[in-house]
């Protein structure tokens, strides 16, 4: 008999992790603190709770890559999916729960299992050095003393206590005919090429135009007891707005430094400047462009600016409390902290954001501790997979731990496809009787090529991680 796994965390990544370690035939202890002691947002003492909305987003696995992950999740035995297709509510293409008997059917499962002992109680710190195999996986409301533990193993700026999203935009959809690139001044600097950002021009009008459209917009509010995480280094840019119609030409969006080359005689009046994001070159993060302003607004506000006027967002603004590691500095591919191997980390204290990517790192984790645990090293999923694409991301497909001026710029991250290596799909000769619409044409073709590429990678990695399990 090997030593038990501690399992810290009985949420969704959690209560993944414990149900596929179990599978594989390791013991495990699962500590779940609630009701001993609550969270800010969590109602009940049941294992996987969904604090907020009853949804898992689309369940539509040819062309969306949340759907994807879900029927990824599905072959690779999860509790959590299991569960919530055992409990789904008419919603359309989104798989919708009852929370209650969702909850309640993970709790009597995990209950049920003679290899899982749950174990009420707060980790109050670093575990004991005879725990060998840890996972923690405690979430975005993590108890203040496991957090500031984790934060005193690490270092002051690996563990972030909010995070500061501004939105990503896929490459494919920004007008280069309007954009451009270069870095302000040309500036190389370390890695660089001198155009490394993309640069989008505002005229006077367009840039008045779009400051009030910023100021009229519908903001989020803030939860009770996330207070107002407003630091003066990350301000939303609508509050930025507010404190004067030129702010923002003299911050993120200040021109000096760059040359339109479309038209050079002309001096933009304010730039918006896009980074690359993931080493694949397929994602760009708006610079500076954190907001609370309400999703739909932020779409119809952000394609105001020229060159994304057909923006596609792989993932829109925001600011919350949240609990997260700078992951693609801290941990190795299997999850594990560099600084302490005997922890791993799963969930959205991972940097992954949303309830499936939650529980799909819980799957991993729980997946790697248990070959470890027999001896056996498991290769992690192909990053052709959404499961794979998405521990990529989190293990150093993130082109940056260190923003500028050595700042983490790791923001958390839903699945979508531009984490996926590209595919490159036959053009289809199209005529008047071509299928149009939103399910029809290039985009269309190029997202179903990468979920069938990614289900028989995955069916692939399964077998191998089969037969690892037997060896
Ligand atoms: C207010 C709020 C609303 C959200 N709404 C959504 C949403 O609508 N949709 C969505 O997809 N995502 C949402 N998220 C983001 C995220 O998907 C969920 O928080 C998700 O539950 C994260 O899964 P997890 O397993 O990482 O953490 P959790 O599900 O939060 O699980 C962590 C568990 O660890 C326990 N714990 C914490 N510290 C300790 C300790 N020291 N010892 C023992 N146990 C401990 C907690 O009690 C908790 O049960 C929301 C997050 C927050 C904070």
Not at 1 to 8: E, N, P, W
Not at 209 to 232: Q, R
Not at 288 to 315: M, S, Y
Request: net charge negative; glycine share 10%.
């Amino acid at each position: 008999m090997t030593d038990k796994v501690h399992v810290i965390g009985g949420g969704l990544a959690g209560s993944e992790a414990a149900w596929q370690l179990a599978r594989a035939g390791q013991p495990v202890v699962l500590h779940e603190m609630r009701p001993v002691r609550q969270t800010e947002a969590h109602q009940t003492d049941a294992l996987a709770e969904l604090v907020c909305s009853n949804s898992f987003r689309s369940d539509e696995w040819e062309t969306n890559a949340v759907g994807l992950l879900h029927e990824e999740m599905r072959r690779a035995g999860s509790l959590i999916m299991a569960s919530a297709d055992t409990h789904k509510l008419p919603a359309g293409g989104a798989l919708a729960v009852d929370r209650e008997g969702f909850a309640a059917a993970v709790t009597a499962a995990l209950t049920a299992d003679p290899l899982i002992e749950i174990s009420r109680g707060e980790i109050e710190g670093l575990p004991p050095a005879d725990w060998t195999s840890v996972i923690v996986a405690t979430g975005p409301l993590t108890s203040p003393a496991l957090a500031e533990a984790v934060r005193a193993l690490t270092e002051e700026a690996a563990l972030a206590f909010f995070d500061a999203i501004a939105p990503i935009v896929h490459f494919e959809s920004i007008d280069m005919a309007v954009c451009w690139r270069q870095s302000r001044y040309d500036k190389v600097g370390p890695g660089g090429s001198g155009a490394d950002y993309i640069n989008c021009p505002l005229d006077k009008d367009r840039y008045e135009g779009f400051i009030d459209a910023l100021l009229a917009a519908e903001k989020t509010a803030f939860k009770d007891f996330e207070k107002t995480p407003y630091f003066e280094g990350c301000l939303p840019i609508e509050v930025m707005a507010e404190r004067g119609r030129d702010t923002l030409r003299y911050g993120p969006m200040k021109p000096v430094g760059l040359t339109d080359p479309h038209q050079p005689a002309v001096k933009p009046h304010a730039v918006v400047q896009l980074r690359q994001d993931n080493a694949l070159g397929s994602l760009w993060n708006m610079v500076g462009f954190q907001t609370k302003l309400k999703h739909g607004e932020q779409a119809r506000v952000f394609r105001l600016i020229p060159g994304l006027e057909n923006a596609e967002f792989a993932r829109l603004g925001g600011l919350h409390r949240n609990t997260f590691l700078n992951s693609p500095k801290l941990l190795d591919q299997s999850l594990r902290l560099k600084a302490d191997p005997r922890l791993r980390f799963a969930g959205q204290i991972t940097g992954v954001e949303g309830y499936v990517e939650s529980a799909a790192i819980g799957l991993l984790a729980g997946r790697f501790a248990a070959a470890e645990r027999f001896g056996a090293a498991l290769t992690p999923p192909p990053p052709t997979t959404a499961l794979g694409a998405l521990l990529a991301h989190i293990t150093g497909g993130h082109l940056s731990a260190d923003g500028e001026g050595g700042a983490r710029s790791f923001q958390p991250m839903n699945v979508n496809y531009g984490l996926f290596p590209p595919i490159s799909v036959p053009r289809q000769p199209r005529d008047a009787s071509s299928p149009k619409g939103p399910r029809s044409g290039k985009s269309f073709e190029r997202k179903r090529a990468m979920s069938a590429r990614a289900l028989a990678d995955l069916d692939q990695w399964l077998l191998g991680a089969a037969s690892v399990a037997a060896e």
